[in-house]
């Protein structure tokens, strides 16, 4: 089984003072899942000395290097140093506003891994995609290009999101979801084998609430997820973490 988690991603939001908000948030963590909070580079470091280990605290994206002259860019590294312990990597919005392809994700993972992070790599259809009939193929094809040569399972976690369902209030269907999940998981089996790929968590993101949560954790391969607007309210966020904890 693999380890549950909730996660959220604060993507760019977060001043000092909404601090107070991930103090509670730390305060709605027990037992039963894991908590992780991607936040924006600049409360990384602030973040994790509020946390102080109650809650396992991330970057967004990284570099591929270790350090240079790349300016304005974040390195693994970095942020292993500044008190994170995971990195998101290939978002549809890094993929979209910054032409992030496959090779790049798969680089940045790399490189995430070698600083000691845990990479948690997004994978996800358009819905013009989706309509297609296209959603497993496009799925399937960014997990195998996405995920390096080499890479350590026991410090990677794979994030279903589809574009369509980001911010939007809309998400697939159950079996739409395990449906994806299921392949995601076939696929990290065909390539690692069952048992190692049976270990990697399988997050679901993409307009995860209170209201919702419940039945997607019921599903098969479902083993958490990547909370966006809902992860900035502690109250709500904490309500995403108790249905985790008892699914
Ligand atoms: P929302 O939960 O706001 O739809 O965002 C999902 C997401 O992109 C998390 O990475």
Redesign the pocket.
């Known amino acids: 089984m693999a380890r549950r988690l909730a996660a959220g ?1 604060w ?1 760019m939001h977060g001043l000092g003072a909404d601090l107070a908000e991930l103090e509670a948030i730390c305060g709605a963590a027990g037992q039963g899942c894991e908590v992780l909070l991607c936040l924006p580079a600049t409360l990384v470091h602030r973040g994790a000395s509020t946390a102080a280990g109650r809650i396992a605290i991330g970057g967004q994206d990284c570099h591929v290097m270790p350090q240079g002259a790349h300016t304005g860019d974040v390195s693994a590294a970095m942020l292993a140093d500044a008190g994170a312990s995971h990195v ?1 990597l290939g ?3 890094r993929r979209a506003d910054h032409g992030e392809t496959d090779d790049i994700v798969a680089a940045k993972a790399q490189a995430a891994q070698l600083a000691g992070l845990i990479a948690i790599v ?1 994978v996800g259809e358009t819905l013009e995609e989706r309509d297609a009939g296209r959603t497993l193929e496009v799925v399937g094809g960014q997990l195998a290009a996405s995920i390096p040569e080499g890479v350590d399972l026991a410090r990677l976690v794979v ?1 279903y ?1 589809p574009v369509w ?4 209030g809309r998400t697939p269907t159950e079996s739409q979801i395990a449906e994806v999940h299921a392949a995601l998981r076939e696929g990290l089996a065909m390539r690692f084998g069952a048992v190692p790929a049976g270990q990697v968590p399988l997050l679901y ?4 609430k209170p209201g919702n949560a419940a039945a997607i954790f019921a599903l098969p391969d479902v083993d958490g997820a ?5 992860s900035l309210k502690a109250a709500d966020f904490a309500a995403i973490i108790a249905a985790l904890a008892a699914a």
Do not use: F, P, W, Y
């Not at 369902?165 to 939007?168: E, M, P």
């Open positions: 991603n993507k998101i978002h549809s919005e997004c994030a999101e369902a980001i911010g939007t993101g993409g307009s995860v990547l909370v966006g607007g809902a």
